[in-house]
């Protein structure tokens, strides 16, 4: 008998190394607790993720095309929601406490809309000022 | 008249639609097959267990992205393989174990009755004997050889279907089959009829 026969035949006992029909029931239990609970415990980011890897699979996209895309995608969603109105109301909160300061560190002056906040700094820095005047 | 079961391509359509049950369906009838071919890769029912999970969820999160450029079936054994080759790249340990109380069947095959005692003393050995020695043979190939013996020998894939599942040529696949074949060969003498 040729050699590579008898090892076909021999491998081809592997086939019983199977478990019962039961075990793939609880296989199918197991498999969708365990779809529910990444459904639950799954981070935003990566659902995000998925939906665009479905997405530019749909559309035959490169795999580096879609990341840089991802990426570019987060980047600018970070910049939209970053709340620009705070800004003035941070600023505001450091200007009272910078007014309140004596000495011409900084003026504030309100412009015509009334929440918008300049600085306006002595042309010399402060750092360059002599320690000793006479 | 019971209507015939749907056919792959139908719970694929199905599942894309949003019906989990035409997955389950797929999971049932898939699962053993990718079992076999994930334990005869890892020789462990726990790791394979694990990775079978592992497998089907990545199926289910891509299955919409799934255009039926090769059918449900080759698609499926593609993750398998390629899932079950990264997971034993990154696994140090060989641990081999086997199923001696669940595979029945085994004993009154005719090529287990040839392959054991046959009134040879030097081919007297038993079932655990010889599945272990299957398992360290198979552990021994590298992954690529066990993948393409595991899917020709044991779930008698033809070379054509493998070609695809591993997007390597026919002559490829003959040729990984000839070396581990070959290498087989010489772990399992005792085993073998000459």
């Known amino acids: 008998m040729d050699n590579a026969d008898s090892i076909s035949k021999l491998l081809r006992l592997k086939r019983y190394e199977q478990p019962s029909e039961e075990y793939f029931q609880n296989f199918l239990l197991e498999f969708q607790n365990r779809q529910r609970s990444e459904v639950i415990h799954r981070p935003l980011l990566q659902i995000a993720w998925d939906r665009c890897s479905s997405l530019f699979d749909l559309v035959s996209m490169p795999r580096l ?22 800004a003035p109301s941070t600023l505001t909160i450091a ?6 300061l004596p000495g011409p560190k900084a003026q504030l002056s309100s412009g015509k809309t009334g929440s918008a906040v300049q600085y306006v700094l002595p042309a010399k820095p402060v750092s360059y000022a002599s320690a000793r005047s006479f | 008249m019971e209507p015939p079961d749907p056919t ?9 639609a949003g019906d989990a049950r035409a997955f389950d369906e797929l999971v049932l009838r898939f699962s053993p ?11 462990s029912h726990e790791d394979t267990n694990d990775l079978l999970q592992d ?58 009755i040839a392959a054991t005692s046959q009134g ?22 590298s992954h690529e050889h066990r993948a393409v013996v595991t899917m020709f020998d044991i779930q008698g894939m033809p070379h054509s279907e493998i070609s695809k599942v591993l997007k390597i040529s026919e002559g490829t696949v003959r040729s990984r089959l000839f070396y581990a074949h070959r290498q087989l060969q010489n772990y399992l003498k005792e085993f073998i009829n000459t």
Not at chain 1, 95 to 100: E, I, K, P, Q, V
Not at chain 2, 62 to 82: C, D, E, L, P, R
């Open chain 1, 65 to 86: 095309v879609m990341a840089s895309s991802f990426a570019a995608a987060v980047i600018a969603a970070a910049f939209v929601w970053n709340p620009a109105d705070n």
């Open chain 1, 95 to 100: 200007s009272t406490g910078l007014a309140s």
């Open chain 2, 8 to 16: 792959d391509e139908e719970l694929v359509r199905r599942t894309q």
């Open chain 2, 33 to 43: 097959r990718l079992y076999g071919l994930v334990y005869h890769m890892t020789s």
């Open chain 2, 55 to 112: 497998i089907f969820s990545k199926a289910y999160r891509s299955i919409k992205g799934f255009q039926g450029k090769s059918t449900f079936y080759t698609w499926m054994h593609t993750i398998a393989v390629n899932m079950a080759i990264n997971f034993l790249k990154k696994r140090n340990r060989r641990k081999t174990t086997s199923l001696d109380d669940e595979d029945n069947g085994l004993i009154n095959d005719p090529d287990f």
């Open chain 2, 120 to 141: 040879d003393p030097s081919r007297d050995v038993n079932l655990g004997e010889l599945q272990k020695k299957l398992n360290e043979s198979m552990q021994k190939l």
